[in-house]
């Protein structure tokens, strides 16, 4: 502490005038990036999203909403969940997607209030394993999300995809063809 050309501060010195104002100045650019363009960035809870994903992912969330649907129609105790990514859809960030996935599963099956923060914690606790693979190959669509859903040694599946790269449709029950266009979803990141 006597040397010259060394300056001891308590743990508060980032508590100086010009700290809290290049603080306040990134939260604010946070909040605009969020509200004006759909980005977050530096979430605590939730996967950030890179900016030049946003656009490509967003639609992804609302489709993986579906998985309610699926939570709904499987019936038995869920010990896996495994998402396949595949052609467009194994090419975007998917953190969030699978976060938006076990929210919708969890969310008509559990009396507790699930959100895009404890789903993750939620499943783990209900030792449910949760995996993902990916693919390019989407057979005869440009992207598609399959939901696998093992519950007491029988396995369910749900796949889904997006028409004009922003459309939901479940095109897929188990080994059924369907095409089911769901009520509108409303995906809010909160």
Do not use: W
Not at 40 to 64: C, D, G, M, T, W
């Amino acid at each position: 502490m006597t040397l010259d050309k060394v300056v001891c501060t308590p743990h508060l010195g980032a508590a100086t005038e010009e700290a809290q104002e290049n603080v306040a100045t990134a939260i604010a650019e946070q909040v605009v990036d969020y509200l004006v363009h759909g980005v977050i960035r530096h979430a605590v809870n939730f996967p950030s999203i890179p900016p030049e994903q946003v656009l490509k992912v967003k639609p992804y969330l609302s489709l993986a909403e579906l998985s309610e649907f699926a939570s709904q129609v499987f019936e038995g105790a869920v010990t896996e969940i495994t998402t396949e990514y595949r052609g467009e859809a194994s090419e975007i960030s998917t953190a969030p997607i699978n976060v938006a996935l076990l929210k919708g599963f969890l969310t008509s099956i559990l009396e507790e209030t699930v959100n895009y923060v404890n789903a993750p914690v939620i499943a783990k606790e209900r030792g449910i394993k949760v995996k993902e693979t990916k693919s390019n190959d989407a057979g005869d669509y440009q992207s598609m999300i399959i939901l696998r859903v093992r519950t007491d040694g029988k396995e369910n599946s749900l796949a889904g995809t997006l028409f004009s790269r922003k459309d939901p449709r479940i095109v897929k029950i188990n080994n059924f063809d369907v095409e089911i266009i769901p009520k509108a979803i409303s995906v809010s990141l909160q």
